[in-house]
């Protein structure tokens, strides 16, 4: 059993977790929403600054409430990669300055990683292989977890990821930030049928579309030539709007993490980034999965979106398998999900 104390900075939430295993012993998040609010999406360097104002005291918070000392700790976690340089930097420097202190070995994290073991948190009896969709502000992949620390990038968004084209499309229909939560409201009220927009593919070189990518900066465009030409004609019917933009991106998730589960005999899908907290990938992800006797786990949305504990889960699988980061690991700002292992000494 592995005590981790585990560290994300990647973004904008600044978030401490202590972790044994699959299991949370605290879990401190810090989001800083309201700061970047006004801007309409996150400023980098306003998040580096409030990630160094209050990491310390989330460290002191996350040890008082898991009750333990720094002896009871194995090791020190933190997300290095990929995420914000300046915003990475803080949680590294703050892991390999307490390692140091601690003289406990230290983890850096593939965040991605991360969110495929919100999974592993929320379904202890999880076991490779299954599809993890990753859905997020920041990340639209299908990732094949083939085994422990194995993984093939099946399929990803070419442009705009799914979280990031909710914010934008709400930014054009001025509801405000983040977008995501406020469409799936709105949406409620909706007719899905009302408009019809384009699903977005990609083309390949030999002619046909990519089977699993995704493209959303088409349908983005979309929605918006649709609001000039309704707003020219009088009317702007928002909620039917926020209905027929969610439907679309619902379905296309849906259809292409289904058929990337059939293709490759995985009978299981789990679901990671604040996008599954959307009620219609809610819906026709759970009505496909049965239909194709598929096993589908969301994960609670305090595991979905930015914490710390995922990060702890996926540090203290590899701090069982007895791999460890060197101190002189740098963050970066981009890093294949299949390339995580070279962030360990083996
Ligand atoms: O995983 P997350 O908290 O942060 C990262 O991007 O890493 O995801 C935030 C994204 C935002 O784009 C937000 O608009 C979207 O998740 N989101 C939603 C919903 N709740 C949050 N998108 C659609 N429907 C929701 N209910
Ligand atoms: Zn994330």
């Given at each position: 059993m592995a005590t981790i104390l585990a560290i994300e900075t990647s973004c904008d939430e600044t978030a401490v977790a202590i972790v044994k295993n699959r299991q949370v012993l605290s879990s401190i998040v810090s989001s800083q929403i309201e700061l970047h609010r006004t801007y309409g999406g996150v400023v980098p360097e306003l998040a580096s600054r409030q990630h160094l104002e209050i990491i310390n005291p989330c460290i002191a918070q996350a040890m008082s409430e898991a009750r333990l000392?720094?002896?009871?700790?194995d090791a020190i976690a933190s997300t290095?990669?990929?995420?914000l340089v300046g915003a990475l930097l803080v949680g590294v420097a703050a892991a390999k300055t307490l390692s140091m202190i601690h003289n406990k070995p230290f983890l850096g994290v593939h965040h991605l990683e991360g969110h495929i073991y919100a999974s592993y948190l929320a379904q202890p009896e999880l076991e490779p292989p299954f599809l993890c969709l990753l859905v997020s502000g920041g990340h639209t992949s299908s990732i094949?977890?083939?085994?422990?620390?194995e993984y093939k990038l099946l399929g990803s968004s070419r442009d705009d990821a799914a979280g990031e084209a909710f914010d934008k499309v709400a930014r054009l229909l001025d509801?405000?930030?983040?977008?995501g939560p406020i469409i799936d409201r709105l949406a409620k009220k909706?007719?899905?049928?009302?408009f019809k927009l384009p699903e977005g593919r990609i083309s390949l070189p030999e002619g046909g579309?990519?089977?699993y990518d995704f493209s959303f900066s088409g349908l983005k465009t979309a929605v918006l030539r649709l609001v000039e030409k309704l707003k020219a004609e009088g009317e702007v019917p928002v909620a039917d709007i926020a209905a027929s933009f969610q439907h679309t991106v619902a379905q296309v998730l849906t259809k292409r993490s289904v058929q990337c589960a059939l293709d490759h005999n995985l009978d299981t899908i789990t679901i990671g980034g604040?996008?599954?907290?959307n009620s219609g990938l809610r819906k026709y992800l759970t009505e496909a999965a049965a239909k194709h006797q598929l096993k589908v786990y969301f994960p609670p949305l305090k595991f979905c979106t930015d914490n710390a504990a995922m990060i702890g889960c996926a540090a203290a699988e590899h701090f069982n398998l007895g791999h460890r980061s060197r101190l002189n690991l740098n963050v970066q700002s981009r890093m294949a999900i299949s390339k995580v292992m070279e962030l360990y000494e083996v």
């Open positions: 000392d720094w002896q009871d700790i290095c990669t990929p995420g094949h977890v083939k085994d422990y620390g509801l405000g930030y983040p977008g909706g007719n899905p049928k009302a579309y990519h089977p604040g996008v599954a907290a």
